[in-house]
């Protein structure tokens, strides 16, 4: 059996559609939009409406972590649209699901990620595709659990959620062979991105639940750029699959 894992696809739908190539199923770990892009600051859905420039700088802010100061550069860009931001983010994340979900491989199992809007999706997926959150499934032989979405940031992205209701999806998925998450477990060298120069937030419930319950793989994302991507804890093999937009090529698991 072999299954492809993806995460962070942040508009490839271009190398999506290839991805499930010689592959039983897909996997992907969610974040299928992209808002900003910290590489090209001519892509992503603020460029868009505001110009490479404007993104640069508000990229710039960002990861100065002075997010006061990007939220007030932000509000007053949408304050010069004619119509209220909603309608130019829906049109532009509309757009980027359809193309994204045209192109995703069947089957496929997926679950959100925290710059995705989970309400759109039913409009979007097909047949064969299987959204699940906090929430198991089997595949070849091997229950498989997934939980999506992060944690609560000051970057506030669309899909952060408190952590006690985290945990409940945690703890509703219980014992299974292979954990998918968005996010990683803490574990301080997993969470580091090397280019940003910063921790990103991983989670206490996901590290506690595989030290618990042992899963064959805890596999993940969201890190783009990690100072570890992979590590031990006890048998659990912990996996972030790659940064998909970059690299274009998903992680195989085979058994």
Known sequence: MRVHVVSDVHGRADALARAG???DALICLGDLILFVDYDDHSQGIF???FGAEQAAEFIALRTAKRFEEARAMSSALWASLEGGPREHIERSVRRQ???????????AYLTYGN???PHYWPDYV????????GETVEIGGLRFGFVGGGLRTPYRTPYEIDEEEFARKVEAVGEVDVLCCHIPPAIPE?????VARRFERGSEATLEAIRRTQPRYALFGHVHQPLVARTRVGRTECLNVGHFRNRGVPFALEW
């Open 47 to 49: 460029a868009e409406l």
């Open 21 to 23: 190539d010689g592959a």
């Open 190 to 194: 997993l969470l580091y991105d090397v």
């Open 97 to 107: 699901y359809g193309e994204i979900f045209a192109a995703m491989p069947t089957p």
């Open 126 to 133: 097909r047949e064969g595709h299987h959204v699940l959150d």
């Open 115 to 117: 710059v995705d809007l």
